[in-house]
């Protein structure tokens, strides 16, 4: 299993497609760095223009908000949006690049089982999206911390401003970026099963995409019917909860509390709903792929 | 002689479409079995449910004695196969490619034992290159060395000369002939270029439509003393019914556009030409053939006339 395994990221990784995405996220973490470098300020005033009728902040303190801590949470907001495609990217590829390379068939005929091939084959998107999840990390969050320097962070809401003291935020990322993990596994899961019925990975790619942005619109519309009907079943409502960890309990006098989550049960049934998409998604894969004739 | 693989009774049907229907054969231990058919015969379908790639509607496959379904990895453990073509990873080397079948083959090879393999198949000093840089007839012998990497008993190739130029074709023979006499092994292969099966093949199966329309072994099946004659006419339908009102029509084998055929014993050949100038028929050749593609050609064409005038 370990040496199917290693196969895999083998061949992930010795091709040059897979570095695109890694690359994407290079550029577009660089291009937000440099912007708020060079006009942060400007970002910070736009940021908190509903709130210069309350409070009056200077421009020091503007300038300490704008800090690495900050900043990744910017890049996470605007990234993890479209991380879903890099995902797809590989995910949608893996049956049905094999299928096109012709190389699918040549592998069934070896001592593997298919379940054994599809579950090697899965975990290999996995880690594939998890060292995208890591490169992020690296450059969104230590290269701001770096380039930023570190200070305590400020979330907006929409009820106000949350400051979270900088020792309190290290672990917040480490749970946002494990959640993120499990939100873009199930999106690689969709992509997967859909991978199990193309022939060229182009198809399961674009479905994929397709589903995720008809399911966000869904997710963010506001119609009172869809709230309860709708929307609680939709995976995609689920992946943004990663933004739970950095919402935190105020005590009576409306100071933060350290180490305090706002709403922790929430975030455990979201992850528990990504959990059970995984294992539907993946489970759907296997099973058609176990009755599948092989004709490529 | 033991069997390596017995099939019985399979069938495989892709909705309404009958792509085998009730076939049985049997493959002898250590011998070169070739898989006749015409293009959409079934034969690829057959190789596939061989290879677990296809289930079957029904029937039974046993190879080694066992039955497939429930022994698949023992099974495959001892098998090689090139599917149709030898597709590989591209974006690889031939070393690479090599390594990761043969892993997936569930077995530790040396460096050493990939590098031979790839001398076997004159691949040796390419062994670094990219699969991309590699001719048609480069990828067909590294297909062949992917196929025989875990040292397999039984070997499955499907159209092995697909695309190679006399040379290639020549080497692969050669081969597949190393591998049979010298490492003991059982191929099967199908091709369509059948004068390459006849010199090659110890037994053989034609099959048509998905059904099995002779088995046996070549040099009983072919037999010498039988020739096929083809005869263009300046019309074959006049020419047709004057042979069957005649004593030659047992003789018509099959009905083609553009010629009749003949199935004569040698010594027959002068006598029936001598009478066919006689009753007039208007001959503009008489061709007598002698070779595997005559007997194939006279099978299957023989079928479809046959299926044509029930029709």
Redesign the interface.
């Known amino acids: 299993m370990w040496?199917?395994l290693q196969?895999e990221l083998?061949?992930i990784f010795?091709?040059?497609r897979t570095y695109i995405a890694f690359g994407a996220i290079a550029a577009v973490v660089f291009l937000i760095q440099v912007a708020l470098k060079f006009d942060g300020k400007s970002y910070i005033d736009l940021l908190m223009s509903n709130l210069k009728d309350s409070f009056d902040f200077n421009d020091d303190f503007k300038l300490d908000l704008l800090n690495g801590y900050l900043i990744c949470f910017v890049i996470l907001n605007t990234l993890l949006i479209q991380m879903p495609l890099l995902v797809a990217l590989i995910s949608g590829d893996s049956i049905a690049g094999e299928a096109n390379?012709?190389?699918l068939?040549?592998?069934?005929?070896?001592?593997?089982?298919r379940t054994q091939y599809m579950l090697v084959k899965f975990l290999a998107s996995v880690i594939y999206t998890v060292a995208l999840l890591i490169w992020m990390a690296v450059l969104a969050l230590f290269g701001s911390m770096l380039i930023f320097g570190t200070n305590d962070m400020v979330v907006l809401r929409s009820e106000g401003i949350e400051q979270i003291q900088s020792f309190d935020v290290m672990w917040r990322y480490i749970a946002a970026f494990g959640y993120a993990a499990v939100a873009l596994t199930t999106v690689s899961a969709l992509s997967f099963l859909l991978s199990v019925f193309a022939e060229n990975s182009i198809g399961p790619i674009i479905a994929t995409m397709s589903i995720v942005i008809v399911f966000t619109i869904l997710s963010e519309m506001n119609i009172p019917i869809y709230d309860q009907t709708v929307k609680p079943y939709l995976f995609t409502s689920h992946m943004v909860a990663w933004k739970g960890f950095f919402y935190v309990k105020a005590d009576a006098e409306g100071t933060t509390i350290n180490g305090s989550i706002e709403n922790l049960p929430a975030i455990m049934r979201s992850l528990s709903i990504l959990l059970i998409y995984i294992g539907l998604f993946f489970g759907s894969a296997v099973w058609v792929f176990r009755?599948k004739?092989?004709?490529t | 002689m033991s069997s390596i693989i017995q099939v019985k009774d399979l069938n495989k049907d892709f909705g309404e479409i009958k792509a085998v229907s009730n076939l049985s054969f049997s493959v002898p231990a250590g011998q070169v079995y070739g898989f006749l058919g015409q293009n959409g015969a079934g034969k690829s379908t057959t190789i596939?449910m061989l290879?677990?790639?296809?289930?079957p509607s029904s029937g039974t496959i046993q190879i080694f004695g066992m039955e497939l379904q429930k022994h698949?990895?023992?099974i495959?453990?001892k098998?090689g196969?090139?599917?149709?073509?030898?597709?590989?990873?591209?974006?690889?080397t031939a070393l690479?490619n090599l390594r990761?079948?043969g892993?997936?083959?569930?077995i530790k090879i040396s460096e050493k034992k990939l590098m031979d393999q790839l001398a076997m198949v004159g691949l040796a000093e390419r062994a670094h290159s990219k699969v991309k840089t590699y001719s048609q007839g480069m990828k067909q012998r590294l297909g062949i060395a992917?196929a025989l990497v875990h040292d397999p008993e039984l070997i499955i190739l499907d159209e092995p000369t697909n695309g190679l130029d006399p040379q290639g074709i020549a080497d692969i023979r050669n081969l597949i002939l190393h591998l049979k006499k010298d490492l003991g092994k059982t191929l099967v292969v199908s091709s369509h270029l059948l004068s390459e099966v006849e010199l090659i093949a110890d037994s053989m199966i034609i099959i048509d439509k998905g059904k099995k329309l002779v088995e046996g072994k070549v040099n009983e099946l072919f037999d010498p003393s039988e020739t096929v004659v083809e005869v263009k006419t300046i019309n074959d339908e006049i020419a047709r019914e004057k042979l069957k009102a005649s004593q030659l029509g047992e003789f018509i084998l099959s009905k083609r556009n553009d010629a009749v055929l003949l199935k004569l014993h040698r010594e027959q050949v002068p006598v029936v030409m001598k009478e066919m100038v006689q009753m007039d028929i208007g001959i503009l050749s008489f061709h007598s053939k002698h070779s595997l593609e005559d007997y194939f050609l006279s099978l299957t064409t023989a079928n479809q006339y046959v299926e044509t005038v029930a029709n």
């Open positions: 040496k199917l196969i083998f061949k010795k091709r040059p390379m012709g190389t068939r040549l592998s069934l005929t070896k001592p593997i089982s009755k004739d092989i004709l | 596939r290879l677990t790639l296809i289930k698949r990895k023992e495959l453990r098998v196969a090139i599917i149709e073509r030898p597709d590989l990873y591209k974006y690889l690479e990761i079948f892993i997936m083959s569930g992917t």
